[in-house]
């Protein structure tokens, strides 16, 4: 069901950990590169990764009516979606997250190309293969307000938490990692709190062909979410405060990779309604489904990136 008031404090949370790494650690919260660094852990993403994984705990143990319910889907269907978000992700460098929420404020190109993209293909797969579920009591559409007065603690929480970081950490490593684990461990409680890591929410908001079952609630993500990073991206102070140097986000022109990888992540998207956020969140909540998905995420992963390394080795 349509949940404006709850999906927009999650989407508020989104916004507050995203912005808060790129200011303050000069890196984007691209949820498909912190997943494939189980292959290959690196130092400056495993503290995000680890706030990530513990976000759901945290929501199970302080505020379980916003754990997420898992639709009964055949395993066929959750290994095919995980490989080709795996190999799709790779391919096109991004996800929702990355290219989304992170891309579009930024005002770039091929993010742009890119949300397009896996956007158009995901509502088509869902379309196709009828996998949007109806909502019992009425259409998807009709408002719901669940109890937010948790949600609004977390929000007010977060955003001091965030402050902190922001304004009175000094430059050290210790810092840097504090921020990282902070914005992992806020974004997972965003994907949470939105809905965005229930599939059927996800699937419903991919329902466009069929009002009965369209849940509009997260446009929130894309109002209040890529709004909110796109005015802290372009009001930024010149070089983030917890890292020396310039900035570094991703650049780079729109290439044919980068719309094939984009077509198969929605696909893969579109099948299940998982993306690499919310698969994070499913890997400790939905059992040997949500370990599954990710096991097959990472082999796309580990394929694409080995067809990329021959296809450049072929051009030298």
Known sequence: MFTPVTTSLGAALLHISSSTLLLTNSQILGCSSLLSSLVNPSWSTTPTLIGLLASPLAIKLLLPSHLPQYLETPWITTITAGLLVGLGTKLAKGCTSGHMLMGLSRGSIRSLVATATFFSAAVATAYLTDSPPSCAGGPCYTPTFPAAQGAIAVVAASAIGAWVIRNKLQVSERSRVIARGFCGFVFGLGLLI????????????????????????????????????????????????????????????????????????????????????????AAVLNGWKGLGWLAAFLIGQVVAGKAVEMSEEKKL
């Open 194 to 281: 939105s809905g965005m890591a229930a599939p059927a929410k996800t699937l419903g908001f991919m329902s466009i062909f069929d009002l009965e079952r369209f849940d509009p609630s997260l446009m929130a993500v894309a109002i209040i979410g890529i709004g909110g990073n796109a005015l802290a991206w372009f009001t930024r102070e010149d070089g983030p405060k917890l890292k020396e140097g310039e900035w570094e986000v991703p650049s780079g022109e729109v290439e044919a990779k980068l719309v094939v990888g984009s077509l198969l992540f929605g696909i893969g998207w579109g099948m299940a309604g998982v993306c690499p956020g919310p698969a994070a969140v």
